[in-house]
């Protein structure tokens, strides 16, 4: 070992690594050739997964699973991130009188080079400009939930294909984005573990506590943490466990970093759980007729336009998006959402141009209150005024309400929305592009505790919450019809 208290003692595999080793590398084809080539470990922090893995790379770079003019990558985020590796890697070598005899070791381009067998070592990180050209034997993805976008992962699962024996590591905790390709990966090692899905080249390992356990619940605890009591301290998990319960900003990085559930190490505006409780059912035919309550966010060239409808009545929400589509793919690999697949599902329009034409926004609004019984529509005064034109000149009439996004108008949207969700009061149907804008919410809070949406500060857009919070909050302002019994009705004089 490199780091902590077993510094300079032999690495001694416990029995749950050598069952994660034996899976991957026992099985092969008839050929000889490895039959797992991509294997996926996640878990919590400090459990020694970036140690097992530079232990397996350097394997591969001058071990048994060495080949001839070899290509080790490891590969993450950032430089820092994508150091990681190359150090402990390093320490194991200088450790080894032998190894480091051999190897040639480049500090400032993080490169190692194998004098017996010509293989190389580099590690990458996400800016590096110059990725393309690689042909790796072995690729470590470190940290993949860090991943500003899939373009290195794309670029590094791709340039195997010349290799006749290519494995690919990826180690990270989980990530909060469910369109990441960290999620992707490990929701394929679920099916592939509950037999939905074959797969003999992929390897999953998913150390997790189910997101509906009590985080504070010790028993729990292993699930994601298999080193727990051993060379992973509990005492630290259990003194990290205590701040976040009195301080619950620091439950999210609990949940995320300690016991590995797709939760968001920064505090957003509503739980996963809470949200996904509210999925239901809404069918737009049986709506026809009921009253509602609309939001209506405006784009830039560079985001989203969305209306969404509120029905008080049966708190079902439906959405309405657009997004230009001569820039869908720009905006999808910017953004890190599934824009073209959402567009060919119906849940994102994606009409021809490069900016969104008010006509069409227009013309919906129109079919839509003519279907339903539309009592107002709360809008942001971001480029009204070209929607209020094109309206004027096509002769549609809208209750129109202008809506600030200010702590005023916005912290009382944001209250009832929340008690729509924990009272399990509202239904959006599980709407992928609604979720994946309440996910990625940041709130400011006032001295005072009010509360408003923080665009900048968001983890990706939020345009379609931002609509909802304005419709609920429009509904919650409205005066509340009153019931008369006229055969009681009582009139002084």
């Avoid at 007729?289 to 079902?316: E, H, I, M, R």
């Avoid at 994606?350 to 079919?367: C, H, L, Y």
């Avoid at 509202?426 to 408003?452: E, F, I, M, Q, Y």
Wanted: charged share 25%.
């Amino acid at each position: 070992m490199t780091l902590g208290p077993d510094a300079g003692k032999l690495f001694r595999l416990r029995d749950w690594q050598k069952r994660i080793i034996r899976r991957v590398y026992d099985g092969s084809n008839a050929d000889g050739t490895r039959l797992v080539r991509m294997a996926l470990l996640t878990m919590g922090r400090k459990n020694g997964k970036t140690a097992l893995v530079a232990a397996l790379a350097l394997a591969h770079f001058v071990g048994p699973e060495a080949e001839p003019r070899g290509q080790i990558v490891s590969a993450a985020a950032d430089k820092q991130q994508a150091a990681i590796i190359f150090r402990e890697m390093k320490a194991m070598i200088l450790a080894d009188p032998g190894l480091s005899d051999r190897i040639l070791i480049r500090d400032f381009n993080r490169e190692m080079e194998d004098a017996e067998t010509g293989s190389t070592y580099h590690a990458l990180s996400s800016d590096v400009a110059t990725k393309h050209g690689l042909n790796p034997s072995l690729v470590v993805y470190d940290e993949l939930a860090q991943a500003p976008d899939r373009q290195l992962f794309d670029v590094l699962e791709t340039s195997q294909g010349a290799r006749a024996n290519p494995l690919f590591w990826v180690i990270s905790t989980q990530s909060a984005d469910p369109n990441s390709v960290m999620s992707e990966l490990v929701d394929h090692a679920k099916d592939v573990e509950a037999g939905v899905v074959e797969d003999p080249r992929f390897a999953g390992f998913v150390f997790a506590v189910p997101d509906d356990a009590d985080p504070f619940d010790e028993s729990q605890w292993h699930l994601a943490n298999p080193a727990l009591g051993d060379f992973r301290s509990l005492e630290e998990l259990r003194a990290y466990a205590a701040k976040a319960r009195r301080a619950p900003a620091r439950l999210p990085s609990l949940r995320n970093l300690y016991l590995n559930q797709r939760t968001d190490s920064v505090a957003g505006l509503i739980n996963a759980l809470d949200w996904k409780a509210c999925a239901g059912t809404v069918d737009p035919d049986s709506l026809t007729g009921a009253g509602c309550f609309g939001g209506l966010d405006l784009s830039q060239s560079k985001d989203l336009t969305a209306l969404v409808l509120y029905f008080p009545d049966s708190g079902a929400v439906l959405v309405h998006a657009w997004t230009p589509g001569d820039t869908l793919q720009e905006r999808q690999e910017k953004d890190r959402q599934p824009y073209a697949i959402w567009r060919d599902n119906g849940v994102l329009y994606a009409p021809p141009g490069r900016v969104i034409d008010k006509q069409i926004v227009a013309a919906k609004a129109a079919e839509l209150s003519e279907r339903y019984d539309i009592q107002g529509i709360a809008y942001d005064r971001w480029r009204i005024e070209e929607l209020k034109a094109q309206l004027d000149k096509d002769g549609i009439e809208l209750p129109l309400e202008e809506w600030g996004q200010g702590f005023r108008d916005m912290s009382p949207a944001i209250d009832t929305l929340e008690d729509l969700v924990l009272e399990a009061k509202l239904r959006h149907g599980g709407n992928p592009l609604l979720t994946s804008h309440v996910a990625a919410a940041v709130v400011d809070v006032d001295p005072t505790g009010a509360r408003k949406l923080n665009k900048r500060k968001a983890r990706s857009r939020i345009d379609c919450l931002q609509a909802l919070c304005m419709a609920v909050g429009l509904a919650a302002r409205a005066p509340a019809e009153t019931d008369y019994d006229f055969d009681r009705l009582v009139i002084a004089v």
